[in-house]
């Protein structure tokens, strides 16, 4: 690796598939972003946690071990109890994995959540409390968190987060690098001084579209909107314009001193690669050449 210092990090993440057909494509897919030797690859998780250990965990251990990149597990706090979380972080800390991604995660209909972590600032200090060494992240949204009344309160909220031992920050997927910058200024203004991560999200076909549209209150430009409407009867051009899309983002984002880029792989190694070549100089990263 050949990151300076000075560098914005580059890392990706990956999320657990619902079958063993599924966990195959994906190891392939890790195989192929190992050479591109990311900062750290973070892995998901459901609210479900019967299936996190053989999941989340046995994917996260995959790609410490196997493929000896730095991992991030991303945690969600609603549905499990304080017993439960330390025996998660004592796994870890045996698997030599100390990065938690805290969250208070989705509440799901016909389930009630536990009452140890109502919020994940709780499960931030709990982790804390438990494991000082590890490194505990936390999520946030430039365009406001939907449970939030008002930017004022996202800001109020995401600083207790912050003071509860959260070490950085990782957005939520954005289209408008304009709106990230504004929720950079209202964060330092709230002195939330830790690194934060651009998640960004490339649009590679039209239904992974809609359903952002329809899931995610992201403010969409005109270029962006341009793209999907000229496109949509085209799936390989609306593919490489989404590329094009998010490799635009990125080169902005480097360019006005990002901390870091997170990409939200969607477990698609082509895509990930594509946009590696095109801003790996933007990290102090080399393309590896290919066999």
Do not use: W
Request: charged letters at 25%; hydrophobic letters at 35%.
């Amino acid at each position: 690796m050949t990151e300076t210092n000075n560098a914005p990090t580059l890392s990706f993440e990956v999320f657990p598939p619902n079958s063993d057909v599924g966990v195959g494509k994906l190891t392939d897919t890790l195989d192929q972003l190992k050479g591109l030797e990311p900062s750290f690859i973070s892995v998901t998780a459901s609210n479900h946690k019967l299936d996190y250990e053989k999941t989340t965990i046995d994917l996260a251990k995959y790609v410490h071990d196997t493929l000896q990149c730095p991992t991030m597990v991303h945690m969600p706090a609603a549905y499990v109890t304080k017993k439960e979380v330390k025996d998660v972080l004592d796994r870890l800390e045996k698997m030599n994995i100390n990065q938690v991604l805290a969250l208070r995660g989705d509440i799901v209909d016909g389930y009630v959540p536990e009452t140890d972590f109502k919020y994940a600032s709780d499960l931030t200090s709990f982790i804390k409390e438990q494991k000082p060494n590890f490194q505990v992240s936390g999520a946030c949204y430039p365009e406001v968190h939907p449970d939030s009344k008002n930017r004022v309160d996202d800001i109020k909220h995401l600083k207790d987060k912050v003071d509860s031992g959260c070490d950085q920050l990782i957005t939520q997927l954005f289209y408008d690098n304009e709106q990230f910058y504004r929720f950079q200024e209202e964060c330092a203004i709230a002195n939330i001084n830790v690194p934060i991560l651009a998640g960004i999200m490339p649009i590679v076909n039209r239904k992974q579209a809609l359903h952002v549209i329809e899931n995610c209150s992201a403010h969409l430009p005109k270029k962006f909107v341009n793209i999907l409407d000229k496109y949509k009867d085209n799936p390989v051009s609306l593919k490489e314009a989404g590329i094009a899309y998010a490799v635009d983002q990125i080169v902005d984002l480097v360019t006005n001193d990002v901390q870091g880029v997170h990409l939200y792989t969607m477990n698609k190694s082509d895509t990930a690669k594509h946009i590696f070549r095109n801003t790996a100089s933007l990290f102090d990263l080399e393309v590896p050449v290919e066999e």
